[in-house]
């Protein structure tokens, strides 16, 4: 079955402690987002890839940092983590915003916890 | 700005039927999307509407005013797995999806 794999599901990290997360996608899909996301609230998009292109949100911390290597895996770096930064770690795929309409495809997150 | 509004939080009877209202304010409209969330898993996608008027499927339904800048899903005969958050989602003139957060639903026995 085509899918997004995010790993690992749960990452504990010391405060400041660099961690990685990683996120697969068998789907094809042109687009990759990374999503942060706290308690009862919206996803909150970080930034996201259209193949190569890499897009930032403007409030984006520049303690995140994302790589995608190839069209299948991205991976989220957080390089000095701070207690704020604890959620859920959302990533997601999509073929083309431009041709709607364009679901977003969730892998089933990461769940961060800063000690 | 952006701005998405659902209720807080709903709670209905099992074997009912609910409705979960959303308005939107966005930059330009290319479509809005429900999803489900249970809770501490991934969004899932539900439905899509771009033109005025009822989307079915099965169980559910969601319908779009793009004038009033308003939608609804509306979920029959609710089950306890249904006990889940929606969110409603718009992608504005830029593609870019705008999110909000969530209405939690509760299912009583």
């Known amino acids: 079955d085509a899918m997004v794999i995010q790993n690992p599901r749960y990452q504990v990290t010391q405060f400041g402690k660099p961690v990685t997360l990683s996120c697969s996608q068998t789907l094809n899909h042109n687009v990759m987002y990374w999503y942060q996301q706290k308690s009862s609230q919206a996803p909150k998009l970080l930034f996201h890839y259209y193949d190569k292109d890499f897009n930032n949100e403007a409030d984006t911390p520049d303690n995140f940092q994302s790589r995608r290597p190839n069209t299948s895996f991205c991976f989220l770096d957080i390089r000095s983590p701070g207690l704020g930064d604890a959620a859920m770690y959302l990533c997601a795929t999509s073929r083309d915003p431009s041709r709607p309409p364009d679901t977003q495809y969730f892998g089933p997150g990461t769940r961060l916890t800063v000690l | 700005g952006q701005n998405i509004d659902q209720p807080t939080e709903m709670t209905a009877t099992e074997g009912a039927i609910v409705q979960i209202n959303c308005t939107y304010q966005?930059?330009?409209?290319?479509?809005l999307f429900w999803y489900q969330q249970h809770a501490g898993e991934a969004p899932t996608f539900l439905s899509y509407?771009?033109l005025d008027g009822l989307e079915e499927k099965g169980r559910f339904s969601s319908f779009l005013s793009r004038s009033k800048g308003y939608s609804y899903l509306l979920l029959k005969e609710l089950q306890m797995k249904d006990s889940a958050s929606y969110l409603c989602?718009?992608?504005?003139?830029?593609?870019?999806?705008?999110w909000g957060a969530g209405t939690k639903l509760i299912i009583k026995p």
């Open positions: 509407n771009v």
């Open positions: 989602a718009v992608m504005d003139s830029n593609y870019q999806l705008i």
């Open positions: 966005t930059s330009g409209f290319n479509g």
